[in-house]
């Protein structure tokens, strides 16, 4: 996602055009035909994630914390690794 940037599709909005996607993207949409979609906080899809059914869109998870400490990391303006799977 490092070298991915963002784009004015012309239908979803131009916020951010021309930035760099990683560790800068507070939503995302599944625009896929048919596959989840997931985005990871690490590269090689790895660690916490957000999933995304087909025709699906949202704001990606923010931090969660319990008595002070971190219990998930979210996603939001942190994400690494994209992908796209279980296509039928």
């Keep these: ?3 991915n940037i963002f784009y004015d599709s012309g239908s979803y909005g131009s916020a951010g055009k021309g930035q760099v996607v990683r560790n800068n993207s507070a939503s995302m ?3 896929t035909a ?12 790895t660690g916490d994630y957000d999933t995304l059914h087909v025709g699906w869109a949202g704001n990606l998870s923010d931090d969660e914390f319990w ?3 971190m219990t998930i990391n979210g996603l939001h ?8 799977y279980n296509c039928v």
């Design 1 to 3: 996602m490092g070298g």
């Design 29 to 31: 949409g599944n625009h």
């Design 34 to 45: 048919n596959c989840l979609v997931s985005t990871y906080i690490s590269t090689s899809f």
């Design 67 to 69: 008595n002070g400490q």
């Design 77 to 84: 303006n942190d994400n690494a690794s994209i992908r796209a």
